[in-house]
């Protein structure tokens, strides 16, 4: 299956528009299973953050470990940039997608205690959750999402 395909199986017709409009300006790592692609990541990068914008993954190949695998993928691609925080957003219903990434050692943030520059540079405007993860010793989210 084509990554167009994948992204339009795997999220909402709203948030599969935004994805695939942004496809040609993010870095884009995918998981296969053989040669088939079953799920990606959109990544962007803004100075000292990595940002996940999407994550999605095949219905049929959801809760065997792959978007776990795919934010450690982008987590490492982070960490080779030199890159201080890994964030992501999402709804508060998205009980599955908090649950991936505090398993990962993200911290939540609900959307009022974080800087609105944070949600422009998310685009998190839909969403009410900040998702952060320190990829540096000896720097915080909460000083940086308040800052």
Partial sequence: ???????KKSLSP?????ALLNLSSSKILVEKEGEEIIGFVELKICEDVGIIFYLGVLPCH????????LVKKAEDYFIKKGLSFSLASTRDWNKVAVSLFTSLNYKVFKDD???FSVIELLNAYDDNLVLC???????????????
């Fill in 133 to 147: 993860k320190e990829l540096k010793k000896g720097i915080s989210c909460e000083s940086f999402l308040s800052s």
């Fill in 14 to 18: 709203f948030d599969s528009y935004y």
């Fill in 1 to 7: 299956m084509k990554l167009k395909e994948v992204i």
């Fill in 113 to 115: 205690e974080v800087s």
């Fill in 62 to 69: 959801r809760g065997k470990g792959h978007g776990k695998a």
